[in-house]
């Protein structure tokens, strides 16, 4: 069975850190890319940020480049959201994902349940 | 704003079809595969179209999508009680290398 569990979340203070984890099980990892939606509360989904199946190839949104970073381990079955200089606007349920995502495809499933990141200000 | 437009919101009576509608471009959906995705309250969000018109495994039939142009149109006809959700479309942004949804409809069986 396919199973995604994020962690992680929390309080955190605007301006700080947080890094949310995923566990993975059921499916290999470098078949898969990887992906980070996020959802604030009350409205839509977000992509946040994916990372290719061969690891090397990562993308994000506009709104958090420079400040997130995806990153996996493969020994561990586990993706990873760091986030640093965090925002009230991020504020949001994070879910993780695997699905194909590249060459023309935008195809994500299975996702994870979701953790909540809350940025006071 | 979002980059895909959808309606907010579309209603039907129980049993009967609906559409919904999204709309994008030409480095979106005019170049990309769209997919489609069902979000039940409180719950994560679920796979229901991938490829513009392909149903995983389990999604019933009377689940439908189509692509033309710049524009993609999901269908659920038999509607239930429990068709009630939000339904989102994505697909990726050429221009932009980024995932986009749409900004999603809510779906009201009266």
């Known amino acids: 069975e396919v199973q995604l569990l994020e962690s992680g979340g929390g309080l955190v203070q605007s301006g700080g850190s947080l890094r949310l984890s995923c566990a993975v099980s059921?499916?290999?990892?470098?078949?898969?890319?990887m992906t980070w939606v996020r959802q604030a509360p009350g409205k839509g989904l977000e992509w946040v940020s994916t990372l290719s199946g061969s690891g090397d190839v990562t993308y994000y949104a506009v709104s958090v480049r420079g400040r997130f970073t995806i990153s996996r381990d493969k020994s561990k079955n586990t993706l990873y959201l760091q986030m640093n200089s965090l925002r009230a606007e991020d504020t949001a349920v994070y879910y993780c994902?695997?699905?194909?995502?590249?060459?023309?495809?935008?195809?994500?499933?299975?996702w994870g349940h979701g953790t909540l990141v809350t940025v006071s200000s | 704003q979002s980059v895909l437009t959808q309606p907010p919101s579309v209603s039907a009576a129980p049993g009967q079809k609906v559409n919904i509608s999204c709309s994008g471009s030409?480095?979106?959906?005019?170049?990309?595969?769209v997919s489609w995705y069902q979000q039940l309250p409180g719950t994560a969000p679920k796979l229901l179209i991938y490829?513009?018109?392909k149903r995983p495994s389990g999604i019933p039939d009377r689940i439908s999508g189509s692509k033309s142009g710049t524009s993609a149109t999901l269908g659920i006809s038999g509607l239930q009680t429990g068709d009630e959700a939000d339904y989102y479309c994505g697909t990726w942004d050429s221009s932009q290398s980024a995932g986009v949804f749409g900004g999603g409809t809510q779906l009201t069986v009266l």
């Open positions: 030409s480095s979106t959906i005019g170049n990309n595969y």
């Open positions: 490829e513009n018109n």
């Open positions: 059921g499916f290999t990892f470098s078949n898969y890319a």
């Open positions: 994902a695997g699905g194909r995502i590249g060459g023309g495809n935008f195809c994500v499933d299975p």
